[in-house]
């Protein structure tokens, strides 16, 4: 697939082309969904904000399993402005929280997760680098990675190296809730091929895809259900 251009439209024929065509079901109706709420919140809620993910009993009734797996995309369930805002992303311990103003169209996405580099108030929110669309396509594509079939750490090594510069690019650089770059994914056939804050992972669906030599030697599975 093309390189994703941290548009709404990219990040959606993504979730189509890894996870397989959604069912109507899978999608949150836009009566269901708070006034106030982003656009490209709603646009990714319709589409996916009730996909199930491999295993649904892992996860709440009607939660978007399929984005839960490192950290987590909040229900629609559970979407209330408080304060004027919505919280909208959460750490998987509930170490930090994204949010977005209600009634910003462009719903400029602020964080507490700089406390975790600066010593700075847990409870104080700052403004992030990225545009909401962005941090959303560096989210999916992580939730993705982490929520494939079968998941691998990987050594940096020369094979890696050599895997890495033969796939094709599909999101490059990418802003999260840091202070700088952190995500970039790269594509090479079933695999996906994540550099996340400088650690190498490889995530597929596919049973019957193997990995080559000498990569596959520096590959240390996570999980699998062989």
Do not use: C, K
């Amino acid at each position: 697939m093309p390189a994703l251009d941290g548009s709404i439209d990219g990040l959606i024929g993504f979730l189509t082309d890894w996870h397989g065509e959604p069912e109507p079901r899978f999608g949150v109706p836009a009566s269901e969904l708070p006034a106030g709420l982003p656009e490209a919140l709603r646009r990714l809620y319709a589409v996916a904000g009730r996909w199930p993910g491999r295993d649904p009993g892992e996860h709440l009734p009607d939660a978007p399993g399929i984005l839960q797996h490192q950290d987590v995309l909040v229900r629609a369930e559970d979407l209330s402005a408080v304060d004027g805002w919505f919280d909208v992303i959460s750490e998987n311990q509930e170490g930090w929280r994204v949010r977005v103003r209600a009634d910003d169209p462009a719903g400029a996405p602020h964080s507490n997760a700089h406390w975790m580099w600066d010593d700075g108030d847990m409870d104080d929110y700052v403004p992030l680098t990225p545009a909401l669309e962005h941090l959303l396509t560096s989210f999916v594509l992580q939730e993705s990675l982490f929520g494939s079939r079968f998941l691998a750490s990987v050594d940096a090594g020369d094979a890696w190296a050599a895997a890495w510069a033969e796939a094709e690019p599909v999101w490059e650089n990418g802003w999260y809730v840091f202070e700088e770059p952190t995500h970039s994914f790269r594509r090479s056939g079933p695999f996906l091929l994540a550099s996340i804050a400088g650690d190498g992972w490889i995530g597929w669906n596919d049973a019957g895809a193997r990995l080559g030599e000498p990569l596959a030697a520096e590959v240390h599975v996570i999980h699998s259900p062989e």
